[in-house]
T-cell receptor, first 113, second 111 residues
Framework: KNQVEQSPQSLIILEGKNCTLQCNYTVSPFSNLRWYKQDTGRGPVSLTIMTFSENTKSNGRYTATLDADTKQSSLHITASQLSDSASYICVVTSGGGYNKLIFGAGTRLAVHP | DAGVIQSPRHEVTEMGQEVTLRCKPI?????LFWYRQTMMRGLELLIYFNNNVPIDDSGMPEDRFSAKMPNASFSTLKIQPSEPRDSAVYFC?????????FGPGTRLLVL
């Protein structure tokens, strides 16, 4: 069964600290993996997208990694800011005929001053 | 560009009523997606269109839900009759190829 699991479910950190969010998936065939940031009351915004051959991709203070062998991805946030408080959603696309999107439940991050 | 536009932003209705949600994708994007998001189930893909043609509607919950895309700049998601369990935030997203751009969502409450 195609699944995407994220951990932790929620996380509280202090402003300026780093954090890492995890995403494990069992999706086949694999097409790509995306990380989205969703602020409260808004639609998700794409942070990164990685294909099978890509190991890491950065977007400012956000760095995503992908290990296609172990089927794990992480999103690292450096020097967190209050505006990083949001839900972070891992989405894996399964390319089987036409693409299907499998969503993780998200990690809710709260950055406190 | 104004981004993906959805209307209405909020909708409150009574059980049994018909609800129509509207979406204007970003100009030039050839794929359009309808999602539903709830606390319990997270984000769920309901249906997506490519070049105005429905490609995959396996996420549509049941016959009460229908979606149309009569042209490249407009799509609707209709629920008839609505039920309380349909209460959720409904997102529309469009994509040129790859990254999807989400609209602000329609928050639906069915009483």
């Amino acid at each position: 069964k195609n699944q995407v699991e994220q951990s932790p479910q929620s996380l509280i950190i202090l402003e300026g600290k780093n954090c890492t969010l995890q995403c494990n998936y069992t999706v086949s065939p694999f097409s790509n993996l995306r990380w989205y940031k969703q602020d409260t009351g808004r639609g998700p915004v794409s942070l990164t997208i990685m294909t099978f051959s890509e190991n890491t991709k950065s977007n400012g203070r956000y760095t995503a990694t992908l290990d296609a062998d172990t089927k794990q991805s992480s999103l690292h946030i450096t020097a967190s800011q209050l505006s990083d408080s949001a839900s972070y959603i891992c989405v894996v696309t399964s390319g089987g005929g036409y693409n299907k999107l499998i969503f993780g439940a998200g990690t809710r991050l709260a950055v406190h001053p | 560009d104004a981004g993906v536009i959805q209307s209405p932003r909020h909708e409150v209705t009574e059980m049994g009523q018909e609800v129509t949600l509207r979406c204007k994708p970003i100009s030039g994007h050839n794929s359009l997606f309808w999602y539903r998001q709830t606390m319990m189930r997270g984000l769920e893909l309901l249906i997506y269109f490519n070049n105005n043609v429905p490609i995959d509607d396996s996420g549509m919950p049941e016959d009460r839900f229908s979606a149309k895309m009569p042209n490249a700049s407009f799509s609707t998601l209709k629920i008839q009759p609505s039920e309380p369990r349909d209460s959720a935030v409904y997102f529309c997203a469009s994509s040129p190829q790859g990254t999807q751009y989400f609209g602000p969502g329609t928050r639906l409450l069915v009483l």
